[in-house]
């Protein structure tokens, strides 16, 4: 008797901790000044990530003034009242850690990752950042150039590199997203200091920010620590401002030829989403996976193995706040007209709206989603940007744990039922790609 | 408990301190330093001899299985190439699965199983262990090797062999390994066509039935799996994995250059030069100067805060990047400093290099480069430490160089105890700055004389072989060898009569067939040119009426003059007979090798500023490359006798806009018939 008690308990334990294993424990607080703070200790390695999602995206910006939201992802780094010029990058990597940032439709993200003996260091930088930022005439001049440089070097220069910008100005009629993140040079080089400092002040407050610590930390000492820092900086003045605006339907296909610097052509398609937090978003990332997902997938083994019209194809959904869009792209064979590509792209979306899928394609999905969703939690700078999200897009720290979950309901009809759904033919984007040499003098 | 009180007391010491200013103007000083705790791999071995380590890690439900061999580096000579095939084919099926049902079972379950000459990895979730390692045992055990997979491995092979020779950074990287070690180790053996097409199904299974063998094998595993579970698996899975020999091999030392010399690749359409400034070195992991060689490498080309790149990129703006390392490895390594530059400044950025290393080696380095390099990597090590498969890569280098058992737990204290002094000595025992070799490989007619104030300028091949001492004769001239190509053809004046040329050509793109038409008619300076892929017309140049369009896709474009200049000059089956008539101007650029054959480089330039490059065959004198950086280059090989004249059969285009070669053939060649303007539309 003692002995299968035992054993049961034993059983118990190995059932609940290979469930266990997949949850995040984290603690969170909001400071009075609306700081929104979250935790998660993991002491396994003394490292520790330190990250503030700011809720500002290209979405925020004035229509005149594109390019803010990234444009102060760089200036952000120009230094403080406390912090010199061009120190900030330094000073961080001086005591052993990296960092990074990032600028989104949705939000801007910035992170450090120390050895956690240097948490302090971390926070007060970010402190720093949020409290009394350099926002100058000489940090504006210098970033500019920076700017240009990342302009040419990712979209001008860069072949296909401007799908994102191409497509979004033709999928959205109304809504702000229909303006890439990079934005405008011309909105920039118009822009005075003064629409630089209101920005700051209208975005870069605690009550629009989301501080997230993961690591080697003591959550009491962590807590004190951030209250040290950044209880004194104020809230904000103006109500933040989101755009609330309703993309509305599109009922007719839009397309369109861009000239590019490149050789060989693409055929782009773009279908507006649904917002993230819908439930259907969990099976349209399944869907993009089932058509494109590695190597064995559906368009990739038809297109580009079999009837070789395609060197790849990719089906991306770029899940955006207020609904974004799934994305298609084929780049042609060799001598392969694009026109004839994208017939057999269709084709085969039609082929998943009216047959749906086989039993056993959606246990293989299941299982590459279950692998992907534990692999994302796999660092603590992962963990980190997976909990602020979780706080801020889906209203819920706790939804870290439950992302499983939402995939686990999807059903195979579900899959066909959003392709049919969303992968509307008639209200769609189409761009064709083709080398500057093709076109037309005239133009 | 302990920790909880101090934190306690923490809370309330600030909560109160809370009512002061914090003091903003100095930066946070730096907390205690954490313990770093490296867990330890736990280990044991099987009869057969496999030495196992196992790290478990249940953060996440996954694990992972990686196979290494330890076996001494292999001088492959004829067979070149033959070990990077092992890998491929051992996963190209078994005498359980085919090669798409290995694909399909491991996608199926998310994992991921892969292989090389020396490894074996497979990985997935948990609970698909027992799959992932019957596919792991599976390919381990019984590979088939068909040939069918290793004819296309090869074909693979030859193309990205092909693609290299026009990469500069394959280039560079060839040549460096070539007089690092010289061709006779096996790091300084060079693959070529000839010894990977002498590759056989039965040189693979003899190596794998030679090195596949558990006593020079370790196994990690790292993940969700305890010692008691792993020591069931591994027996299950490979303990009747049968022992044997294995052959053991020793090499002589490289030598260092005597003194410092110049290995040059003449890349002639290069707008860049790659330098890679290189010596040998022997360093191995847990040498006397391996970790001071570290913190030395950070302070000369470790990051972008290093010397070389304030000093290359960011004071004089050479380079987009300046870096060097210290290799480390059991037979011999390299230190190598890199750069890519523009041209015009090779032999500046060249000084700059020799500059840095001398004075570092001189002139020592500074307290505060030595600490910041030490927070670098302390940072990095501590970082390293998330990942768990760091402990088992520790737990096996420490078997493998015999490294004390507390190597890397005591890492960071030996990583912080080093001086100034200690990193200057290191430089100087490692360092010799006058027996560098400089390889360099950009645009020789550019470059080449001014390298030559670094030491003895040595030309290679684009393979690392030394180029042929080419030099043309001292009398020779354009005209001459223009003259000697018509004769070689058949005689000008057999030449001169050909006034009309309709060419057709097929070429094989990844398995769809191209065609190319041309259309000469030198008499009414017409000249058409049509390229369709299974019948549709791609693309088209036509020239008529002193006009020229462009046709791609569907969409017409009228040249400009700029275009139309030089399509003017393409537009001649044969531009050196009338380069006379139309006044263009001839220039001889030397001899050069073209693959393997001495050949006269000839500039014909149009008043317009438009040019040809030619190179004409030394021996035969026949036109076997035409050069175009825009478009790409042409050679031409298989010259056959139509009308009395000598022509080219077969053209292959290289261009950096096409992944592999073109290989196009004639297949209808109609001379002196009636050309209408149509034929030329």
Redesign the interface.
Known sequence: MKKTTLLGLLMGVISL??FA??KIDFREFTLDNGLHVIMHQ?N????VVTSVLYHVGSKNENPERTGFAHFFEHLMFEGS??IDRGQYM??I??????LNAYTSNDITYYYE?????????A??MES?RMLHSKVDQTGVETQREVVKEERRQRYENQPYGTILPETLVRAYAEHPYRWAPIGSMDHLNAATIEEFQQFYKDFYVPNNATLTIAG?I????T???V???F??IPMGKREIYRPNITEPKKTAEIRDVIYDNI?I?AVIQAYNLPPRNHPDTYALSMLSTYLTG???SLMTKELVDKQ?KALVVAAIPLELEDGGIFIMYGIT?????PKDLETEVDKLIQQVQEQGISDLEF??LK??M???I??G????AGIAENLAEAKVIYGDTNYINQVMDYYSKVTKADIQRVAKEYLDLKGRVVLYY??K?????TE | MKKLAISFVLTLFVALGLMAQVDRSKLPASGPAPEIKIKEAETFTLPNGLKVFVVNNTKLPRVSFTLVLERDPILEKDKAGMTGFVGEMMRGGTTNRSKDQLDQEIDFIGGSLSASSTSLFASSLKKHQSKILELMADVLYNPTFPQEELDKLKKQSLTGLAQSKDNPQAISSRLAAAVLYGKNHPYGEIETEETINNITVEDIKKYYQTYFKPNIAYLAIVGDMTKAEAEKVVNQYFGKWKKGEVPKFSYPMPTRAAKRAVALVDRSSSVQSVINVTQPVEMKIGDQDYISSRLLNQILGGGSASRLFMNLREDKGYTYGAYSSIGADKLVASISATASVRTEVTDSAVYEFIYEIKNLVENGVTQEELDKAKAELSGSFGRSLEQPGTVANFALNIERYKLPKDYYATYLQKLNSYTVEDINATAKRLIEPDKFIITTVGNGAEIKEKLAQFGEVIEFDNMGFPAKQLEAEADMTAEQVLENYLNALGGKDKVSAIKTAKISMDANVMGNKMSIAFVYDSENDRYGQKTSFGGNVMQKTALIDGKGSIVVQGQTIEMNEEQLAEAKLNSYLFPEAVYEKNGYTLTLDGLKDVEGTPAYKVIIAAPSGAKLINYYAQDSGLKIKYENPASGDTYYSDYQQKDGVLLPMTWTIKSPMIPMPLEAKVTTMELNVPVSDEDVK
């Open positions: 901790s290979s294993q997949n993991d396994t390695t003394p490292i009242v406390n330094n000073i990597q001086s005591r052993g850690g990296t990752l120390l050895p956690s003996n240097e948490l302090e260091l926070l007060y720093e080697d003591d959550y009491a000492a807590e004190a620590m209250r040290k820092y209880s004194e050789q052509p590695g190597s064995s070789q064979n060799m001598g392969v007209d246990t293989k299982n590459q279950e692998n992907a534990v692999s939690n796999s660092t603590v083709l080398p040499s093709a076109k037309p003098a």
